[in-house]
T-cell receptor, first 113, second 116 residues
Framework: QQQVKQSPQSLIVQKGGISIINCAYE??????FPWYQQFPGKGPALLIA?????SEKKEGRFTISFNKSAKQFSLHIMDSQPGDSATYFC????????????FGKGTRLHILP | DGGITQSPKYLFRKEGQNVTLSCEQN?????MYWYRQDPGQGLRLIYY???????QKGDIAEGYSVSREKKESFPLTVTSAQKNPTAFYLC???????????????FGPGTRLTVL
């Protein structure tokens, strides 16, 4: 079964620091890579997403870096704030639209005030 | 939460009972999904539907049932056959357009089910 491996499982970062979460996928049958942010007791919300034809996408303090040859992509949160404390999921959308979306298992991020 | 509502927010069930979780969307999306979320397990797909009156099993469909009588609604029934139903249940929806960016899944706020 296709997988997306996400790491680390949990992460603690000082306020103002850079938070980095990594994901790796196993084959090339994906064409869209979003990150979701989920606060406790809430549903995940789309945070930022990238297509494989670009290597980086930035939206405010959030950046996705994409390495197609290594089949890896990562989320960077610059100047991390306590309000960023949440669980983050990466996902991979299949080119074959009949296949299901593959989600990483999530990273619980805690920003120390 | 993107026009998707789930009710109730919290649900308690006695062993042996069936319970139904509601999911409604006003986004005019064709596809709807049910996921189960357990700590450290990520999101696991239970059922999905791409068209009214049709649905497919996901990875963990045993002990669950769904219906899709209306485009806007996709209720999930957790039956007594589900041996460990305590979890956070998420409903999602997406369009089925040809451009990937329009197929993004939007999630509801979730229902937390606890078996007493």
């Amino acid at each position: 079964q296709q997988q997306v491996k996400q790491s680390p499982q949990s992460l603690i970062v000082q306020k103002g620091g850079i938070s980095i979460i990594n994901c790796a996928y196993e084959n090339t049958a994906f064409d869209y890579f979003p990150w979701y942010q989920q606060f406790p007791g809430k549903g995940p919300a789309l945070l930022i997403a990238i297509r494989p034809d670009v290597s980086e996408k930035k939206e405010g303090r959030f950046t996705i870096s994409f390495n197609k040859s290594a089949k890896q992509f990562s989320l960077h949160i610059m100047d991390s704030q306590p309000g960023d404390s949440a669980t983050y999921f990466c996902a991979a959308y299949p080119m074959n639209r009949d296949d299901k979306i593959i989600f990483g298992k999530g990273t619980r991020l805690h920003i120390l005030p | 939460d993107g026009g998707i509502t789930q009710s109730p927010k919290y649900l308690f069930r006695k062993e042996g009972q069936n319970v139904t979780l509601s999911c409604e969307q006003n986004l005019n999306h064709d596809a709807m999904y049910w996921y189960r979320q357990d700590p450290g397990q990520g999101l696991r797909l239970i059922y999905y539907s791409q068209i009214v009156n049709d649905f497919q099993k996901g990875d963990i469909a045993e002990g669950y049932s769904v219906s899709r009588e209306k485009k806007e609604s996709f209720p999930l029934t957790v039956t007594s056959a589900q041996k460990n139903p305590t979890a956070f249940y998420l409903c999602a929806s997406s369009s089925l357009g040809t451009t990937r960016s329009y197929n993004e899944q939007f999630f509801g706020p979730g229902t937390r089910l606890t078996v007493l």
